[in-house]
C-alpha cells in the first residue's frame, strides 16, 4: 500500500509517551490561520512511500521504543486524509508489537472507526469550541471533527487534549469553560495541553507565495497560557 509523507522525526519526544518515531503524513483539508507548515496541505506533495517500508524504518527504533514506553506517532498534516494507507500502516505497526499514537485534528474522510481499531492514543487538537469560530480560524465545518470525536468516545481509546491559544480567537476565559465543557465529554482524556500561538512558520508562508492570514499578530504570553490551562483542567474535571 502506497502513501504520501512528507517528513520523519526519529527521535520525537513531544508527541506521545516515550520515544516517538513520526511520521508526517501529506495532505490537510483544514486551512488553520497559525499553520506552520503549508507545505503539508497539498496530498500531491510529499514523498510516495510503501507502507512496509515505512514500517523498516520505524523497526530500527523498535529497542528504543521498548526501553522507553514509546512508539509510532502518525501525524501531519492530517493522517485521516490517507485512511487506506493509514490503516494499513496501523495494522502492520501492531502486529510488530509498536505502540501507537494519531496525532490529529479529527478531519478526515471517513473510515474513523477501523483506524481507531488500531490506535492506542489519539492525541486531539482541537481548533475551536464552535462553528462559526471554527469556520473563520480553520476553515472547516465543525461537524466533521464532531464525527471524529465520537467515533473516538464510541472505540474507548486514551486521548491527550492540544489546544493552540491564539490571541483575541481562542483565548479568554468564556473561551476556556466551552472548552473545558467540550473535553468533559471524551471518557479517557489523560492529558491536556494548551500551546501558545507563535509566528515561526511565517517566513515558508512568504517562500510559497501564501499570504498570511494572521500577520502581526503577537505571540500570546506563555504566562497567560499556564493560567488558562490551570482553570481549563478544573472546568475539565482533571
Not at 474513523?112 to 469560530?133: F, M, N
Not at 507563535?198 to 497567560?224: C, F, T, W
Amino acid at each position: 500500500m502506497k502513501g504520501k509523507i512528507h517528513s520523519i522525526e526519529t527521535l520525537g519526544l513531544n508527541d506521545g509517551p516515550g520515544i516517538r518515531f513520526v511520521s508526517f503524513f501529506q495532505g490537510c483539508r483544514l486551512r488553520c490561520a497559525y499553520c506552520h507548515n503549508p507545505d503539508t496541505w497539498k496530498l500531491g506533495g510529499g514523498m510516495e512511500m510503501e507502507s512496509e517500508e515505512l514500517l523498516k524504518k520505524a523497526l530500527r527504533f523498535k529497542h528504543y521504543f521498548d526501553r522507553s514506553g514509546g512508539g509510532v506517532t502518525c501525524s501531519g498534516g492530517e493522517p485521516l486524509m490517507q485512511p487506506d494507507f493509514l490503516i494499513d500502516f496501523l495494522k502492520k505497526c501492531k502486529r510488530a508489537g509498536i505502540h501507537t499514537a494519531l496525532d490529529t485534528a479529527g478531519f478526515g474522510i471517513g473510515r474513523y472507526e477501523e483506524i481507531l481499531e488500531y490506535t492506542d492514543l489519539v492525541i486531539l487538537d482541537i481548533k475551536h469550541v464552535d462553528r462559526a469560530g471554527y469556520r473563520q480560524l480553520a476553515g472547516g465545518d465543525i461537524g466533521e471533527f464532531h464525527k471524529f470525536a465520537h467515533a473516538v468516545n464510541e472505540s474507548g481509546k486514551k486521548v491527550w487534549i492540544r489546544h493552540v491559544v491564539v490571541p483575541g480567537m481562542t483565548d479568554g476565559n468564556e473561551h476556556m469553560e466551552k472548552l473545558g465543557r467540550m473535553i468533559r465529554k471524551f471518557d479517557r482524556v489523560e492529558k491536556i495541553e494548551l500551546l501558545p500561538y507563535h509566528n515561526l512558520g511565517v517566513s515558508k508562508y512568504e517562500s510559497m507565495g501564501i499570504a498570511y492570514r494572521l500577520q502581526g499578530l503577537l505571540p500570546m504570553n506563555a504566562e497567560k497560557v499556564e493560567s488558562y490551562e490551570k482553570k481549563l483542567r478544573e472546568t475539565a474535571g482533571l
